[in-house]
């Protein structure tokens, strides 16, 4: 056991001094490089997915140099490397920090394009699964936080090259977010729960009507109001759902087929 004691000891004390290392190793090599070259080389590594190279030169540089215009824009890749490398929280504290030191910096809707990326905390795969991926099972604060940035860059920079593809995500997670309160609806329903399912179907109509989602929240309510022996609400609502959705299958009457399972069960 002591032996073993020993070993770990020793493995830890090796580790810490071959981290320390190359951290030394990075000041020394770099240590006569002007601003322009400890850019030029972070920023190479970072284009070559050198992540963590990458951010132990952008933290040189900041250190070295605090002030002008390669400070400021290794603040903001910094922020990406860490986010590319999967450090989300020291991600989301770079780009933050970017935004407080440099509020007028040009390059601002990128900033809050890249806040909102780190938000989704989304799989790096995401991009080319986007028709594919549900959001709705995904934190919906999340998706809020997300939303809120992503309608910030529209929002003050409407014309930048990123808005176009931040109004496709804040459709995408308005519909994660409706459905998301959909999915809780449907609990209640199973639960029997009639009056919370009420609210949460009423959420969703009132905050999320332009998403798929509104069609199943007016059937919820159907139902609902029913076993709540609120048969006028019902009929209400039915019509509602009928005016907006004429073709919906919520307004057939499968049990007019015995093989059928009538749609309110659904819920149970």
């Not at 951290?23 to 992540?51: C, F, G, I, P």
């Not at 540089?61 to 290794?74: K, M």
């Not at 990123?162 to 995500?169: E, H, S």
């Not at 929240?217 to 609400?233: C, K, V, W």
Request: net charge neutral; hydrophobic share 40%; aromatic share 12%.
């Amino acid at each position: 056991m002591k032996n073993l004691f020993l070993a770990v000891a020793l493995g830890l004390l090796l580790s810490a001094c071959a981290s320390t290392s190359t951290v030394d190793k990075d000041s020394q090599v770099t240590r006569d490089w002007s601003v322009q070259r400890l850019y030029n080389e972070a920023h190479d590594e970072l284009m070559h997915r050198n992540y963590t190279h990458a951010e132990k030169l952008y933290e040189i540089l900041q250190a070295r140099f605090p002030y002008g215009s390669y400070a400021e824009q290794a603040q903001l890749d910094l922020a990406y490397a860490y986010y590319k490398d999967d450090e989300n929280d020291k991600a989301l504290a770079a780009v933050e920090q970017f935004q407080r030191l440099y509020p007028q910096h040009p390059n601002m809707d990128y900033a809050l394009y890249l806040k909102a990326l780190i938000q989704l905390n989304e799989d790096k795969s995401f991009v080319s699964k986007l028709a594919k991926q549900d959001w709705s099972d995904r934190d919906p604060k999340a998706n809020r936080e997300a939303y809120t940035t992503f309608a910030q860059l529209v929002q003050y920079f409407p014309r930048s090259k990123y808005a176009d593809d931040a109004r496709t995500k804040m459709q995408k997670l308005l519909e994660a977010l409706g459905g998301n309160e959909l999915s809780v609806a449907r609990y209640y329903m199973k639960r029997g729960a009639w009056l919370a399912a009420v609210g949460r179907a009423q959420t969703v109509i009132s905050q999320y009507q332009n998403t798929p989602n509104v069609e199943e929240a007016l059937a919820i309510m159907i139902s609902a109001y029913a076993n709540l022996g609120e048969q006028a609400l019902s009929d209400d609502t039915k019509r509602v759902l009928a005016q907006n959705f004429p073709d919906s299958p919520y307004l057939q009457k499968p049990w007019n087929d015995h093989n059928a399972i009538p749609w309110w069960r659904y819920w149970k």
